[in-house]
């Protein structure tokens, strides 16, 4: 070993000294920042010559699914220093999570308006007696759960996220004009008593205690938001909770923005012997083991290997679909009601058994877990997802300037102050153009060009 660490920060650390150095390990797992670094001090090797000859078409498939951005992400004056993790998009789009019951109850179909939507707020408001809150909101405006983000959608709003602005020039999405609009409209649903007027102090427990009482019937999400109602269908058996694609905004038309492709690189020290290797490994990992029926004794022996890592697999990272939970949810879903299970390979009919005994033991008449439920419920939501034509709207940066370091932290904790401030009427809707001001005076101005900088280079 060249060294060894025990933990996070000491990997940072010695990572740090064996840069300084130039004695970085043969192979190593990287963010954007360090291989921003290795790069500048000339310690990789141009992994484009391998990945073209040695990567399998398959994984080369993976990664492509996010078109062009991931390999870009790692390539400076057209040479490929990594090999890009390739992650699940988890900002997929956002959905509602309702009390299918109080639907039925009254007499009520799932909205496809934002208007549709308020109504069925107070509907459900009404139906839930005193004590009633409307839509669960977290005070993480931009979270995955309990968030705004799916609202702003709505309106052509997209907070967090550095968009195009049509131009070809990177525009922060939470500053836009788009945003004053959709801010505007969650402040008349607070005033009105349609959000939770206490939601800005309820912690996480709070707001599972609110949907497991029956005091609220709706909340934004994903489609891992079953795990947040998992409990209440075991408290009420009365209960049923049902994902709905978020209502469609002015333009008739269902809106989302794209999540990071990739979190980290594969590179490889410019000396090194091998650098296929690392192709090799990525492709049977990602090829053999996890989609495509193969070699079942070369299979056996890898899997033999990965049970033996303490780690769970051979090389660190993650290839996948950039849509892979919703695609491959739509394919077991399609099984489990045809009884088809040709189309699934090795990866889905691992969760195909499961949901058969899931579904099985329904159908028997025993009671369900949970866990089962949630499991259950999470897929067939990813399988609407997928199944959906959505207006995706991509981001085109999600790295970091020189002042981000130091001004970012301030600029996020204005923007969250803005948003409460705004949604709870402490200021009027027209603060959010005195936000904005002080936004780029405080370093947004200046960090934009730094972004619109760092995309040229």
């Given at each position: ?154 309106y052509g709003a997209y907070p967090k996220y550095w968009i195009d602005d049509g131009n070809g020039n990177a525009i922060y999405g939470s500053v836009q004009p788009e945003m004053k609009e959709a801010l505007e409209q969650l402040a008349r649903m607070y005033d009105a008593g349609l959000i ?262």
């Open positions: 070993y060249l060294w060894i660490a025990t933990d996070g920060d000491l990997y940072t650390q010695k990572f740090n000294a064996a840069i300084a150095t130039g004695e970085i390990p043969d192979i190593a797992n990287v963010d954007k920042m360090n291989l921003k670094r290795l790069v500048e001090a000339d310690l990789l090797v141009d992994l484009k010559p391998y990945y073209d000859e040695y990567a399998s078409d398959y994984v080369k498939e993976l990664i492509a699914s996010a078109g062009d951005a991931a390999i870009k992400a790692c390539t400076v004056n057209g040479v490929q220093y990594g090999l890009p993790f390739l992650d699940c998009d988890l900002e997929t789009a956002q959905m509602i999570w309702l009390r299918q019951d109080w639907l039925d109850a009254l007499s009520l179909t799932a909205p496809t308006t934002l208007d549709e939507f308020k109504d069925v707020l107070r509907a459900f408001m009404d139906y839930a007696g005193e004590g009633g809150v409307g839509l669960a909101m977290s005070s993480d405006l931009y979270g995955n759960q309990f968030d705004i983000k799916g609202w702003c959608n709505a939770d007027k206490q939601f800005v102090t309820r912690t996480g427990d709070d707001r599972k205690g609110l949907l497991n009482s029956g005091k609220s019937g709706a909340f934004f999400g994903n489609w891992w938001g079953a795990w947040e109602v998992a409990d209440s269908m075991s408290l009420d058996k009365e209960a049923e909770w049902k994902p709905y694609i978020c209502p469609v905004g002015s333009d008739g038309k269902v809106t989302m923005f794209a999540g990071n492709p990739n979190s980290g690189y594969v590179v490889v020290r410019k000396g090194f012997e091998h650098p296929e290797l690392i192709m090799k490994i990525a492709s049977m990992q990602f090829d053999y083991s996890r989609y495509e029926e193969k070699d079942d004794e070369a299979y056996k022996e890898l899997a033999d290997y990965s049970e033996l890592n303490a780690d769970g697999s051979i090389l660190a990272m993650n290839i996948d679909y950039y849509d892979a939970f919703p695609r491959s949810s739509k394919r077991v879903v399609d099984a489990l009601e045809s009884g088809d299970t040709s189309p699934l390979n090795r990866h889905d009919m691992g969760t195909y058994v499961n949901n058969i005994k899931y579904l099985d033991s329904l159908a028997a008449g025993e009671e369900s877990t949970s866990a089962g439920w949630a499991s259950y419920n999470s897929m067939t939501a990813a399988s609407l997802v997928a199944e959906t034509e959505v207006s995706k709207v991509t981001p085109v940066f999600f790295g970091s300037t020189q002042s981000m370091a130091l001004k970012w932290p301030t600029l996020v904790k204005m923007e969250q102050e803005m948003l409460l401030k705004i949604i709870t009427g402490e200021k009027p809707v027209d603060y959010f153009d005195e936000f904005v001001e002080n936004w780029n005076k405080t370093g947004g101005e200046q960090i934009t060009e730094e972004v619109n900088q760092a995309i040229k280079e």
